[in-house]
């Protein structure tokens, strides 16, 4: 199963992201999680302890790696060089493993402009698209708010796209955004869940403001223990079982809908 995890900064959608890894991790499966967010925190929300952090590199930063798979120097924006590098290798050497977890971080593309595709961008999108067609890992994709990494060639390989949102309409508005792109590119399954719900008011809104448009797959509530977690760089997962059960109701969704 391959699901991309999407949504509008500070939304939850890492801690969500997260937690399904170690949630089904937990049950027997081979996760394998990508942060491909720029701003990376999928580590902290899997609760990897310090001693691994300082071992995670994001491959948008391995010089020598893009030089050798690329033909090119790194930020050689212009110039000629390999557009499928061998990436097959990659997850196996650089991913680091805590609690039954795999994690690779892909890191921040620096561009010099807009639209710019540059060796380390060639490098990343075959990756991911090499994820995609060829894991056979439970693959948890934490993307930014947007599909940057995704191309049409890895789309078709993508068993679901989740959107996450919380209880506001920007956050709603987002979620159109992000399904329009997702939809430009293939992606039939797309699915939504609510975080940060206060009340049964909050899911209403949701409900509502998604319509028929998009399935809401579950509900995740506001939880100060959360924010704790995340101040102290651990999992919600271990210090907490109300989101544990809660991502537990949609993992369930989210296997119901997979074999439909």
Do not use: W
């Not at 999407?6 to 890492?14: A, I, P």
């Amino acid at each position: 199963m391959k699901i991309a995890v999407t949504g509008k900064g500070g939304v939850g959608k890492t801690t969500f992201a997260g937690t399904l890894a170690r949630l089904l991790a937990s049950k027997g499966e081979k996760v394998l999680a990508i942060d491909a967010d720029p701003d990376a925190n999928l580590a902290s929300a899997l609760g990897f302890p310090d001693e691994l952090l300082q071992k995670l590199e994001p491959i948008a930063e391995m010089i020598t790696l893009i030089e050798e798979r690329t033909g090119t120097k790194k930020g050689n924006y212009g110039g000629m060089f390999t557009l499928n590098p061998k990436v097959d290798d990659i997850p196996d050497r650089f991913s680091v493993s805590y609690k039954d977890v795999r994690l690779l971080t892909l890191g921040t593309i620096q561009q010099a402009g807009s639209g710019c595709f540059c060796p380390e961008s060639a490098l990343l999108k075959t990756l991911i698209s090499h994820l995609f067609v060829r894991q056979t890992d439970t693959l948890i994709v934490d993307m930014e708010a947007g599909i940057e990494h995704l191309t049409r060639g890895s789309t078709a390989y993508v068993d679901m796209f989740i959107i996450t949102v919380e209880p506001g309409l920007r956050s709603i508005q987002t979620a159109f955004h992000i399904q329009s792109l997702a939809t430009g590119l293939g992606i039939k399954n797309v699915y939504v869940i609510g975080n940060k719900i206060n009340s049964a008011y909050d899911k209403r809104l949701i409900k509502s403001k998604i319509g028929d448009t998009m399935k809401v797959l579950g509900y995740i509530s506001y939880n100060l223990k959360v924010i704790q977690a995340d101040m102290n760089g651990q999992a919600p997962i271990d210090i907490d079982d109300r989101i544990k059960d809660e991502v537990e109701v949609i993992s369930h969704a989210i296997k119901e809908e997979n074999l439909k």
